[in-house]
């Protein structure tokens, strides 16, 4: 394409400068130590921007406390302050419209990076001339307990969440797949994560994270890259080199009610935005509502508690405001939802 051939001409040759952007709300303590994962990289970055969603001046004056640390390794460290809307998609395009690298890398404010993942990923971007967004690998995207391989098994059958050996993929019921720990070698995958996901300058000057998508933003990262990955296949990898954790912290979290109510109402959007609307499709899509309601209940049984209870109980609200509001969901009018997370 002709994208992809001038891309790759004017980065021949040409040394790679990062630009790392990362959206926080309210994480001193698990931002701190991602700074610190960062500033420890083998290949260091030309600049750090973290655009803050917090309620409170804590993260600035982190970022002041850092700034001299980070400019005698000679990165810039910039804060910006979201001045529009409480939202992971909105922070994350204004962090693309202040940074200058080549390569612009989002992070979680709660991961931690293995020292050598930037060099790790620029290694991707030289090998694989077309390649456009690279990610690490996650090496705890996956628990080992009984409950957790109960969940995946029937993930598998129901086309929900699941470890699929050396695939990173959406599948048609709109959920992702990700590689099980047993990958060895770069692959091709269809959508990157957004707690580390990189992509060349040029094509954020095209494609944008969904501002539709507010507060957490649930699966912004999975709609962004898989749109750009029906666009332009073959070029997006995942490498098993670039490591990292992702701690998943609670802090700052939606309640568990709505929370559920976004990944419903979210990923149905996505649905219909992103997926062929043909009945083998649609009927897959209902499928996997009815496996992630038997993922609840089989867990409530295994393990009964009132959270679990709960989590059916939500499940089954959301899945009639789905209902409810579908012609508006497929419209991509989401206002329905959104008001209530002001």
């Given at each position: 394409?002709?994208?992809?051939?001038?891309?790759?001409?004017?980065?021949?040759?040409?040394?790679?400068?990062?630009?790392?952007?990362?959206?926080?709300?309210?994480?001193?303590?698990?931002?701190?130590?991602?700074?610190?994962?960062?500033?420890?990289?083998?290949?260091?970055?030309?600049?750090?921007?973290?655009?803050?969603?917090?309620?409170?001046?804590?993260?600035?004056?982190?970022?002041?406390?850092?700034?001299?640390?980070?400019?005698?390794?000679?990165?810039?460290?910039?804060?910006?302050?979201?001045?529009?809307?409480?939202?992971?998609?909105?922070?994350?395009?204004i962090g693309i419209e202040h940074s200058t690298g080549d390569i612009v890398l989002f992070i979680d404010d709660d991961?931690?990076?293995?020292?050598?993942?930037?060099?790790?990923?620029?290694?991707?971007?030289?090998?694989?001339?077309?390649a456009i967004g690279v990610q690490g690998y996650i090496i705890n995207a996956f628990s080992e307990d009984m409950i957790?391989?109960?969940?995946?098994?029937?993930?598998?059958?129901?086309?929900?969440?699941?470890?699929?050996?050396?695939?990173?993929?959406?599948?048609?019921?709109?959920?992702?797949?990700?590689?099980?720990?047993?990958?060895?070698?770069?692959?091709?995958?269809?959508?990157?994560?957004?707690?580390?996901?990189?992509?060349?300058?040029?094509?954020?000057?095209?494609?944008?994270?969904?501002?539709?998508?507010?507060?957490?933003?649930?699966?912004?990262?999975?709609?962004?890259?898989?749109?750009?990955?029906?666009?332009?296949?073959?070029?997006?990898?995942?490498?098993?080199?670039?490591?990292?954790?992702?701690?998943?912290?609670?802090?700052?979290?939606?309640?568990?009610?709505?929370l559920i109510l976004m990944q419903r109402v979210y990923i149905s959007y996505f649905f219909y935005k992103n997926i062929?609307?043909?009945?083998?499709?649609?009927?897959?899509?209902?499928?996997?509502?009815?496996?992630?309601?038997?993922?609840?209940?089989?867990?409530?049984?295994?393990?009964?508690?009132?959270?679990?209870?709960?989590?059916?109980?939500?499940?089954?609200?959301?899945?009639?405001?789905?209902?409810?509001?579908?012609?508006?969901?497929?419209?991509?009018?989401?206002?329905?939802?959104?008001?209530?997370?002001?």
């Amino acid at each position: 394409m002709d994208f992809m051939n001038s891309h790759v001409n004017m980065q021949e040759g040409k040394k790679m400068e990062v630009s790392i952007i990362i959206p926080t709300y309210n994480r001193t303590e698990e931002l701190k130590e991602a700074l610190e994962s960062i500033i420890a990289q083998t290949k260091l970055p030309k600049e750090v921007l973290i655009v803050d969603d917090s309620e409170h001046d804590e993260i600035q004056n982190l970022v002041k406390q850092k700034k001299n640390e980070f400019e005698f390794k000679g990165i810039t460290l910039k804060y910006i302050r979201n001045e529009k809307e409480r939202s992971s998609a909105i922070a994350r395009n204004i962090g693309i419209e202040h940074s200058t690298g080549d390569i612009v890398l989002f992070i979680d404010d709660d991961v931690i990076l293995d020292r050598e993942y930037i060099m790790n990923i620029l290694r991707v971007y030289k090998e694989k001339h077309g390649a456009i967004g690279v990610q690490g690998y996650i090496i705890n995207a996956f628990s080992e307990d009984m409950i957790s391989k109960i969940r995946y098994a029937i993930g598998r059958i129901f086309f929900l969440w699941y470890p699929e050996n050396d695939k990173c993929r959406v599948q048609p019921s709109a959920e992702p797949t990700y590689p099980s720990s047993s990958l060895k070698r770069t692959i091709e995958c269809q959508w990157l994560a957004g707690s580390n996901c990189s992509f060349k300058r040029e094509i954020l000057q095209i494609f944008k994270f969904d501002e539709n998508l507010k507060r957490y933003s649930w699966r912004e990262d999975v709609d962004l890259s898989y749109r750009i990955y029906k666009k332009i296949p073959n070029s997006l990898y995942i490498t098993p080199y670039a490591k990292l954790i992702h701690k998943g912290s609670k802090t700052a979290r939606l309640p568990k009610k709505q929370l559920i109510l976004m990944q419903r109402v979210y990923i149905s959007y996505f649905f219909y935005k992103n997926i062929d609307q043909c009945l083998k499709n649609k009927l897959i899509f209902l499928l996997s509502m009815i496996g992630e309601l038997i993922i609840q209940i089989t867990m409530s049984i295994i393990k009964p508690s009132k959270p679990h209870l709960l989590r059916v109980k939500y499940l089954i609200e959301s899945y009639i405001m789905t209902l409810k509001h579908i012609k508006e969901i497929k419209e991509g009018n989401l206002k329905f939802f959104n008001k209530s997370l002001k």
